[in-house]
């Protein structure tokens, strides 16, 4: 693409930005019609990279905004359960329409996540707690896209998922770590925010040489560290001003990427469809989530509408498949690509039109008064999930010490397992915490406390048998090791009779 037609692109995409914000649209459609323009009347294309390259960077700053406003437990449950309908009814759909289960499964990422820059714009007049559930949805639900395409290009599948989600949470430790410490040295500094992005882009790399996640989770991963170690905000004004120019760079290269294909009447048909059924469903479980914090259900309306769409980001999901081959039929793509840019018109128009729905709801339903236990579910699932990284991450390096360092390795694992064994049970009062405030703590807490072991069992083996050099009987020592723990635990709590 020369320099000109790039020229003139950006100039009609501020003057279609201007005018979709004077009627209420979303500005940044203005450059993805701009460039959709300008590439199919100049016959011009970008190779895929850049568009790689662009959605790290969104996914970048996407990760900082998750990081710098934290998210709601209630939003956590709420996109659980909406990203499971969103995937089930959307594959059933595509399936029954006789396409195949690959492109079946990626039209159901594009339906995934809301626009996190369209939600903020509609709840900017809501109160502050309606606003942080709306936001922590939005971030969330990308969260889950960048990790479901993982499953699509990251050579991730269900039987090794659980392996790649511990190597994550290991490297996203480790790498925080050290970005905390090499952060004190450049914070307030002009290249504090490249010193940043180089961070994500060294954490693409890794993720992409482990295979183990799909590269824009590296990056994603690399925004969400900076806002952690930027807990005074000092670099939130840049960083929020290099966001717009990422997001309009990129809307106006999705235009030009677009395939060159007819319109197919019937995908298209089938793919707006799709997105309004997934609109649907994302609003039916944001008003629940809503509700639920909140108890009031004119304002969980507000919320629920706000997040009606899907977001920008989805639009580069067919293209990348199509051009990467995951995807055959450009016409698919196209229709695929097509359906959240109508939902993001669509979207103001329906919530200029809630008061309507506002007073339908609360003729039908009622204030909410009784207490959930939400929070204190999700504690006990950070807590587990935790727990088995760590469990999982120190049993690896205990095997690679057994099969390299013989015979100094007894020594170290007689050294070594009274930590362990300390660490199991902090872990298991902290579930034991949360889990007597939701009440029957024993049978439950067993319950829980098998399952770490066993997950952690299940990854340590899945990364043990990949090391030639680790033989079997390495593998039955980490066996030991773990269920060791787990009795201990179990004893040191049945010796406890009072309330933790």
């Not at 009347?41 to 568009?51: K, R």
């Not at 482990?210 to 991963?221: D, E, K, N, T």
């Not at 670099?235 to 929020?240: Q, S, Y």
Request: charged share 10%; glycine share 6%.
């Amino acid at each position: 693409m020369l320099l000109g037609e790039i020229s003139i692109a950006v100039f009609i995409g501020v003057l279609f930005a201007y005018f979709l914000d004077r009627v209420g649209f979303p500005s940044f459609l203005g450059f993805f019609l701009a460039g959709a323009l300008v590439g199919k009347l100049a016959g011009v294309a970008l190779p895929e990279i850049y568009i790689q390259l662009l959605l790290s960077l969104v996914a970048f700053e996407v990760g900082r905004q998750l990081g710098a406003g934290g998210f709601s437990p209630a939003a956590f449950f709420a996109v659980i359960i909406e990203a499971s309908l969103i995937v089930s009814f959307t594959t059933l759909i595509y399936k029954l329409a006789g396409l195949t289960l690959g492109d079946a499964l990626v039209a159901s990422v594009v339906m995934l996540s809301s626009s996190s820059l369209l939600t903020t714009k509609l709840v900017s007049g809501l109160p502050s707690e309606a606003r942080s559930v709306a936001l922590s949805l939005t971030s969330l639900e990308d969260a889950v896209l960048f990790f479901t395409l993982s499953l699509l290009l990251g050579g991730t599948n269900l039987g090794n998922l659980p392996i790649s989600l511990v190597m994550l949470v290991a490297l996203a430790a480790v790498a925080l770590a050290l970005f905390k410490f090499f952060y004190r040295y450049i914070v307030g500094r002009d290249y504090a925010l490249p010193f940043a992005l180089a961070t994500a882009f060294a954490l693409v790399y890794i993720v992409q040489s482990l295979h183990i996640a799909s590269p824009f989770l590296g990056a994603f991963i690399g925004g969400y560290l900076f806002s952690k170690a930027d807990v005074h905000g000092v670099h939130t004004r840049e960083a929020a001003a290099l966001s717009n120019l990422i997001i309009y760079i990129y809307m106006l290269a999705l235009g030009v990427s677009i395939p060159a294909a007819a319109v197919d009447p019937l995908l298209l048909a089938l793919s707006i469809s799709a997105a309004l059924l997934a609109v649907f469903i994302r609003a039916a479980a944001v008003f629940t989530s809503s509700w639920l914090v909140t108890g009031k259900p004119s304002l969980s309306v507000d919320v629920s509408l706000a997040t009606a769409h899907i977001s920008e980001i989805s639009i580069t999901i067919p293209i990348l498949a199509y051009q990467l081959g995951v995807i055959k039929n450009a016409e698919l793509a196209l229709a695929l690509a097509i359906a959240p840019v109508i939902t993001l018109f669509l979207a103001p128009w329906a919530w200029g039109r809630r008061g309507a729905l506002e007073r339908f709801v609360s003729r039908r339903v009622g204030e909410l008064k009784t207490a959930v236990a939400y929070e204190k579910l999700y504690r006990v699932l950070t807590h587990a999930f935790l727990a088995v990284a760590k469990l999982a991450i120190l049993s690896v390096a205990t095997a690679l010490a057994i099969a390299y360092l013989w015979p100094a390795s007894p020594v170290l694992l007689v050294l070594t397992l009274p930590f362990m064994v300390k660490y199991s049970r902090a872990m298991y009062r902290d579930l034991l915490i949360a889990l007597r405030e939701v009440g029957k703590a024993r049978a439950a807490s067993i319950v829980v406390v098998t399952s770490v072991f066993a997950l952690s069992m299940y990854v340590a083996f899945a990364l043990v048998v990949k090391i030639a050099e680790v033989h079997l009987y390495t593998s039955l020592l980490v066996a030991a090791v773990l269920l060791y723990n787990l009795f201990a635990v179990l004893r040191a709590t049945r010796r406890s009779d009072n309330p933790v």
